[in-house]
């Protein structure tokens, strides 16, 4: 789960991680009046759940009570296009005010686990204020990293020794050490997946702050963490996946044309390779699971239908715990009550299968049964083209 940059730094400064003085606004008069408590200049910040947002014109330095209130009216309503959000951008609905910071120099701070070696590992350089990604690309020799032993935990002498690679003096190698171990603590008591300070910054009075700081959060320890489940923001979030989780569903929009209705995460993945592999693309990713009813099936055709690009479903079901003939029954109720217009190409095996064909047969419903999953494939992707 993602979080704001706001509520991030609410959560960080619990465990002492040092952020700067800001203040959440919805409106202008909002901004005005918490720019007067913090104190000008400040900078007015765009919340959305991606980064670049500077580039967009989400980050503006405002010197003046008048300035603020300009430079929030423009930003609140905005959509904001940053090379995070996709050409269709962001709505901008809150603006966090911040007190403005005298940057001496800028770096970067990561905590992550590193799944080749099954460690968390923090990693740091010189080169902040840019993504990360871009600095690995171009100057990989900049990014220095520490792996985490899970039974000691982060030491201080690998805080220290990060510091000291970053060319920090002996009394600012102390407070990014400080920086970086209470960075450490908030990760393991949130259950967080991924933590970034960029820009960590190192300020002309000698301070070590986050100044700006993206948090994930690992969706299967939530319930561990009903304070941090509360800071969903639904706007945020993709409506349909919302409410496919509602009924127990996993969910994932994509940007082809081929809707894929399967049961369990690996076949999911087998199907959208063997689409594009016949020269096709899903449009999504939609996993009943093992114990969907007819009803969750309806909703997965009521979910996979509200996709605009849709061309063609393709449903590969394995039954084992959910069986052939009661999806079967489901996809028949689903069509007849949806009105499903574009092609059914069908693939059943495992359980009752035989009896599951039988169903389908018997419906009446133009659906195209294949046995063989290459071949299914096939045909779901000339019925995409067909109807392009």
Sequence with gaps: MKIHEYQAKELLKKFGVAVPQGVLALNGDEAVAGAKNIGFPI???AQIHAGGRGKGGGIKLA???EETKTFAGQILGMTLVTPQTGSEGKLVKKVWIEKATDIA????????LDRACSELVLMASPEGGVEIEE????SPEKIFKTWINPTTGLEPFQARKLGFQLGLDNNTVKKFASFAMNLYRFFMATDASMAEINPLVLTKQGDVLALDAKVNFDDNALFRHPDIAELLDPNEEDKDELEASVHDLNYISLSGNIGCLVNGAGLAMA???IIKLAG???CNFLDVGGSASQETVTEAFRILLRHEKIKVIFVNIFGGILKCDLLAEGIVAAAKELDVTVPLVVRLLGTNVEEGKKILVASG??????DDMTKAA?????CAKESI
Excluded: C, H, W
Aim: no cysteine; hydrophobic share 45%.
């Design 105 to 112: 120099k800028e770096f970067y701070l990561g905590l992550v």
């Design 365 to 370: 419903l133009n659906i195209i049964s294949e």
């Design 135 to 138: 600095v690995a690309n171009r």
């Design 378 to 382: 096939q045909k779901v992707v000339a």
């Design 43 to 45: 900078v007015v910040k």
């Design 280 to 282: 096709g693309a899903p």
């Design 271 to 273: 199907t959208m390779d």
């Design 63 to 65: 010197k003046t009570p």
